[in-house]
């Protein structure tokens, strides 16, 4: 749809001095009090400022900033709620939490029934798998398990609460009053939202290269490609909770900001205590963000930065795989930690096949690193960690780490066949290459790593398959967990 200047032209923004800009870089209208900026505030429009230099009066650990967060709102007068099950059982359309939006979709957002408070506000666990690729590889700014700070109003004609100008006014007081962000560091680029049925005009709030916060204005229902007038006007605010945390303390990746002790437990049990140089991946988290993230986790991106640090490419990318992996597995462990807590069964239909392709993806990362642990025991440690907020995972530990344990035992014995049935292969492999490895992959899950691994012992040269490049040959559970997602 396109973007009309109304919808953004606000009384706030005028009112308090901000300008309209249009961003050198992308081209993006944004708003802004420092009058000499050309950039939107948004990587990799700009590199990330924050990190080493955290740009809040104070630093803050997740559940200091998700406590600051929901109380800024219930002091402006919204009601906190309990956070909803990250399986979505109440949808027809979603499997999993994808968004705090999600929780009153279409039944509140339609004016069928009436929303638990208005206007409320809940920091909701949610779960998205689509950029699962780029977990790990972009420091943090993408998890497949995150929360967001979810601000809520509903605007009935007869029971009107607040909109644009007033959401926008309270995130600009959380960050600057309550938070201490100079005001002149916050870019509000217009952007238009569109998802679960609904859509919007929204501004994003950017800070140091990090968008922090998007403020929806739910405005339609989309039916057929057409957008239609809701009844109601609904305020949609997802605010990143992790994104606050990290962008507080400037840490090299946004996972030391997540997990914080757990980080360093788990690089000690990963066997990765003492390879990494934390200084040089903070340099080079820096640097890559200004490239956008599909090529920041390309080799000539790589390269270039290891030329700029002096330092030699193989080395910084290998060391960059490390910390991929390590992350990820620090986010996979604790994503299946609140699957599994919440009834999810591992199989190969629905919910239970996400929950599988994101263990499968964990024991793939596990091995890739050579690592003697078990997923079972960091599993283990993200129940204990973040049980005390959330006491369901200790009071359902027992089932998950048995499921866990079973998953494990069933994939080393996909391996196990799956080695045998490559070896029976080879000559075939020898002559249909790609071909061959994806049908391996879809039909049997056998990794590809695997096959060149069992082929190479063999002298038999296959080429390189990456998993996004097999997503193009996706199984049919595959595409339909996927466009469900979407």
């Known amino acids: 749809m396109k973007l009309r200047e109304e919808d953004y032209r606000l009384k706030f923004f005028l009112d308090n001095g901000f300008v309209r800009r249009r961003c050198e870089r992308c081209g993006v209208h944004f708003w802004t009090l420092d009058r000499s900026r050309r950039d939107c505030g948004d990587a990799p429009c700009v590199k990330y400022g924050f990190i080493d230099k955290p740009p809040l009066k104070r630093s803050y650990t997740l559940t200091e900033m998700r406590r600051a967060f929901l109380g800024f709102f219930e002091r402006h007068g919204h009601t906190v709620i309990q956070p909803y099950p990250v399986v979505a059982r109440w949808r027809e359309d979603l499997y999993l939490t994808i968004a705090s939006i999600a929780l009153f979709q279409p039944f509140v957002t339609e004016g069928v029934v009436p929303p638990p408070a208005n206007p409320l506000v809940v920091s909701q666990p949610c779960i998205r798998l689509l950029d699962i690729d780029r977990v790990g590889a972009t420091a943090g700014r993408h998890l497949t398990i995150f929360e967001m700070g979810g601000?809520?109003?509903?605007?009935?004609?007869?029971?009107?609460?607040?909109?644009?100008?007033?959401?926008v006014e309270l995130c600009h007081l959380f960050l600057t009053e309550d938070l201490g962000l100079d005001p002149e560091l916050v870019t509000y680029k217009e952007d238009f939202w569109e998802g679960g049925g609904n859509a919007g005009p929204d501004v994003e709030a950017c800070v140091h290269g990090l968008e922090l916060a998007t403020l929806v204005f739910m405005t339609y229902r989309v039916r057929d490609g057409r957008y239609e007038e809701m009844p109601i006007k609904v305020v949609d605010t997802g605010y990143g909770i992790e994104r606050f945390t990290w962008i507080s303390t400037g840490h090299p990746t946004a996972f030391h900001s997540i997990y914080g002790p757990l980080l360093d437990r788990f690089e000690s049990l990963l066997g990765l205590r003492g390879s990494i140089d934390w200084r040089l991946v903070a340099f080079a988290v820096e640097e890559l963000s200004a490239y956008p993230s599909d090529e920041a986790v390309g080799w000539e991106a790589r390269a270039k930065v290891a030329d700029a640090l002096g330092v030699d490419a193989g080395e910084l990318d290998s060391m960059l795989k490390a910390v991929e992996r390590l992350c990820a597995l620090l986010d996979h462990s604790k994503c299946l930690a609140f699957m599994l807590a919440d009834g999810v069964v591992?199989?190969?239909?629905?919910?239970?096949?996400?929950?599988?392709?994101v263990l499968r993806r964990a024991m793939r990362a596990l091995r890739a690193l050579g690592a003697d642990v078990e997923l079972k025991e960091l599993v283990k440690h993200q129940l204990d960690y973040w049980g005390v907020d959330y006491p369901r995972l200790r009071e359902r530990r027992d089932v998950v780490l048995e499921e866990v344990e079973l998953e494990e035992q069933r994939y080393r014995d996909t391996l196990a066949r799956g080695r045998r049935m490559v070896e029976r292969r080879l000559s075939e492999l020898a002559q249909r290459g790609v071909e061959l490895m994806v049908e391996l992959y879809d039909s049997h899950g056998i990794p590809p790593e695997l096959i060149r691994e069992v082929a190479e012992e063999r002298g038999v040269k296959v080429e390189a398959v990456s998993y996004t490049h097999l997503r193009a040959h996706e199984t049919e559970a595959d595409l339909v967990c996927r466009l469900l997602l979407e």
């Not at 601000?151 to 959401?167: E, G, L, S, V």
């Open 346 to 357: 591992p199989s190969n239909t629905g919910e239970g096949y996400l929950a599988r392709l």
């Open 151 to 167: 601000a809520h109003a509903f605007n009935y004609k007869q029971d009107w609460k607040y909109w644009k100008d007033r959401t």
